[in-house]
């Protein structure tokens, strides 16, 4: 059974970077057709979608966040990895990963929280 | 960007009751369209994709319809597990936007 696990940052400063990753297991990564999703939702609020990466290294951003955005994949431990730049309170939400299933997203990781404050 | 709208915010039923929610797009977007469950501090579950095709192991209480821009999640007779938030997405284009949100709670 495919399992997603995030792992971010916690707290990051205002201005700085923030960073999540997500770790596959039960599945490779390298399985071609499939994108692999960030979604985050701020407390209390809906979802947003951030944006996506196949295992070719190809991307799609949500222009919102595009500037400031950046998807990466690590074939070699299972590994994709969010980078958001220049952070504000408005970024603090819950970052969960997930992976494609038919046209959906059919597996997610457990989410993890990212807050920004000084 | 395609925006999308659901109707109604929130919604109070009861047990046994049927539910309909609407979700509607900005643009048509045929029927790339995914409904998700959540429930507090758990990630959405996968509920229908491609507007009316049930995702592997979720209960045939639940159906999807609607082609274009306008959509509909029913669920025939509600359960006391059913009661949580529903997200439509679109997967039409990008940014594959989410609705946001029917918060579906017990009368």
């Known amino acids: 059974q495919l399992q997603l696990q995030e792992s971010g940052s916690g707290l990051v400063k205002p201005s700085q970077t923030l960073s999540v990753t997500c770790t596959v297991s039960?599945?490779?990564?390298?399985?071609?057709?499939?994108?692999w999703t960030w979604i985050r939702q701020p407390p209390g609020k809906g979802l947003e979608w951030i944006g996506y990466i196949y295992h070719s290294g190809t991307t799609s951003y949500n222009p919102s966040l595009k500037r400031r955005l950046n998807i990466s994949i690590d074939r070699s431990k299972n590994q994709f990895s969010l980078r958001l730049s220049s952070v504000t309170a408005a970024d603090t939400a819950v970052y969960f990963c997930?992976?494609?299933?038919?046209?959906?997203?059919?597996?997610w990781g457990q989410g993890t929280l990212v807050t920004v404050s000084s | 960007d395609i925006q999308m709208t659901q109707s109604p915010s929130s919604l109070s039923a009861s047990v046994g009751d049927r539910v309909t929610i609407t979700c509607r797009a900005s643009q048509s977007i045929s029927r790339y369209l995914n409904w998700y469950q959540q429930k507090p501090g758990e990630a959405p579950k996968f509920l229908i994709y491609?507007?009316?095709s049930l995702q592997s192991g979720v209960p045939s209480r639940f159906s999807g319809s609607g082609s274009g821009t306008d959509f509909t999640l029913t669920i025939s007779s509600l359960q006391p597990e059913d009661f949580a938030t529903y997200y439509c997405?679109?997967?039409?284009?990008?940014?594959?936007?989410f609705g946001q949100g029917t918060k579906l709670e017990i009368k």
């Open positions: 997930a992976r494609e299933v038919a046209t959906g997203l059919g597996y």
């Open positions: 491609a507007t009316s």
């Open positions: 039960g599945g490779s990564i390298n399985t071609g057709g499939y994108s």
């Open positions: 997405q679109q997967t039409y284009s990008t940014p594959y936007s």
